[in-house]
């Protein structure tokens, strides 16, 4: 049973396009996160809820809104989609606040052509 | 802001010790963390410091000095699997990652 996973694994699309990605995780965590692993491997949050509650919103343009129908699930869904946003995007859990131990999911690669 | 530093690359030969060191200076701090990655997959959780000294988990420990902002990742008996990217990522109330080791080992 996968603990934190994220769909899809690979997106291809084009510039301009809307695209969304989705994640699940069923670890009763509290706390989910995004974020986004760079062509340098530089691993950035961008956002992060808790109990469905935004808490974290790094500078991230708003083209990107993240959203959270329960604690179970946070998808992140991408408006306008431009070549910088070409990267793998990791979604994570952890327990709660404050007990950030995180597990991630496989990562989505988006690459934008 | 956050600043975490640690080296970008280190290349050992199997069977020895790596050290990989990260100095960071944040805004806050709640602990200390290191994952590692293998290229093309997910981090993984490795250890967790939130108070001063070394915390040992078979082959990997870690150490914090919080006075100095400072941490240590002591990989013993190397072996090809741990050849992996290693994080160092202060806690404050989010994980604020360093941009990683790449460790390379070697036959």
């Known amino acids: 049973d996968t603990a934190v996973s994220q769909t899809p694994k690979y997106l291809v699309t084009q510039m301009g396009n809307d695209k969304s990605i989705k994640c699940e995780q069923n670890?009763?965590?509290?706390?989910m996160y995004w974020y986004k692993q760079d062509s340098k491997k530089f691993l950035k949050i961008m956002f992060s809820?808790?109990?469905?509650?935004?808490?974290i919103n790094e500078t991230v343009p708003n083209r990107f809104s993240p959203k959270s129908p329960d604690k179970a699930h946070l998808n992140l869904h991408i408006n306008s989609l431009e070549l910088g946003d070409s990267a793998v995007y990791f979604c994570a859990s952890s327990p709660e606040r404050g007990h950030t131990e995180a597990f991630f999911g496989q990562g989505t690669r988006l690459t934008v052509v | 802001g956050q600043n975490i530093d640690q080296p970008t690359e280190m290349t050992a030969t199997e069977g020895a010790i790596v050290q990989i060191n990260c100095t960071y200076q944040?805004?806050?701090?709640?602990?200390l963390f290191w994952y590692q990655q293998h290229a093309g997959e997910a981090p993984t959780f490795l250890s967790y410091n939130v108070l001063d000294g070394l915390e040992e988990k078979g082959r990997f420990s870690s150490f914090l000095s919080r006075s100095k902002g400072y941490s240590y990742l002591l990989l013993k008996e190397l072996q090809m699997k741990d050849s992996a990217s290693y994080l160092c990522?202060?806690?404050?109330?989010?994980?604020?990652f360093g941009a990683g080791t790449t460790v390379t080992v070697r036959a």
């Open positions: 990522a202060v806690d404050d109330y989010k994980l604020s």
């Open positions: 944040t805004s806050g701090f709640n602990g």
């Open positions: 809820y808790n109990n469905k509650e935004l808490i």
């Open positions: 670890l009763g965590h509290d706390t």
